[in-house]
């Protein structure tokens, strides 16, 4: 298997704009969480997903930011309009089952950088 | 949720000795998870513990658990400089969301 993966790996862009992370989780998982880490905010769980439905987003940080997971094999996390506080890792991670205490499989990250 | 706190929050060893991290939660769990993050990628999944464990071993890796004191300990024997990372611990209640902590980093010196 692939693993989850994300795109973009890295990306700068300029305050203001619209920002697209894409993310596949492993083939079967049914979970999909998104998290955002920062030196000093360290792994901020933002929102995640069970069977494609959003289950918790209360730690989203504003209206700027919104998810979706149109099916089991893809979601984007979208930034708009993008600000330089926003300059973090984004992490999408999977799992196969909520319910059972599975372990998660975390992407690479998109590196997003806004000047 | 709940969100593990780790300690030490950094800890700097020689090569070969043994690295202990402790993990503190507050409310009975199902069971809880270590894991590591090497500079610049993703969380790996080390190692899960359940409630009823008190200790697993992988490798050479050990965790504990004390769920009366609400703690877990990972040692990792005879430290390698591969093993230069951050951990992570996150206890799980509702095996709904994982919640993590801000890690130890664990400095490996050759």
């Known amino acids: 298997d692939a693993g989850v993966i994300q795109s973009p790996r890295h990306e700068v862009t300029e305050m203001g704009q619209e920002v697209t992370l894409r993310c596949k989780p492993i083939?079967?998982?049914?979970?999909l969480f998104w998290y955002r880490q920062t030196m000093m905010r360290g792994l901020e769980l933002l929102i995640y997903?069970?069977?494609?439905?959003?289950?918790?987003d209360s730690g989203m940080p504003e209206d700027r930011f919104s998810a979706k997971m149109p099916n089991a094999s893809f979601s984007t996390l979208k930034i708009q309009p993008s600000e330089p506080r926003d300059s973090a890792v984004y992490f999408c991670?999977?799992?196969?089952?909520?319910?059972?205490?599975?372990?998660?499989?975390f992407g690479e990250g998109s590196w997003l950088t806004v000047v | 949720s709940q969100q593990g706190e780790e300690d030490p929050q950094a800890l700097s060893i020689q090569e070969g000795e043994n690295a202990t991290m402790n993990c503190s939660y507050k409310?009975?769990?199902?069971?809880l998870q270590w894991y590591r993050q090497n500079s610049g990628r993703g969380l790996v999944h080390l190692i899960l513990?359940?409630?009823?464990?008190r200790e697993k071993h992988s490798g050479r890796l050990r965790v504990t658990l004390d769920t009366s004191k609400k703690s877990s300990s990972l040692l990792i024997t005879a430290s390698r400089a591969a093993d230069t990372a951050s951990y992570f611990c996150?206890?799980?209640?509702?095996?709904?969301?994982?919640?993590f902590g801000q890690g130890t980093r664990l400095t490996i010196n050759p």
């Open positions: 083939s079967g998982h049914n979970s």
């Open positions: 997903f069970n069977n494609n439905v959003p289950i918790d």
């Open positions: 996150a206890p799980v209640q509702g095996a709904q969301k994982l919640v």
């Open positions: 409310t009975s769990i199902n069971n």
């Open positions: 991670a999977s799992r196969l089952d909520i319910t059972s205490g599975n372990t998660i499989y």
């Open positions: 513990i359940r409630s009823n464990e």
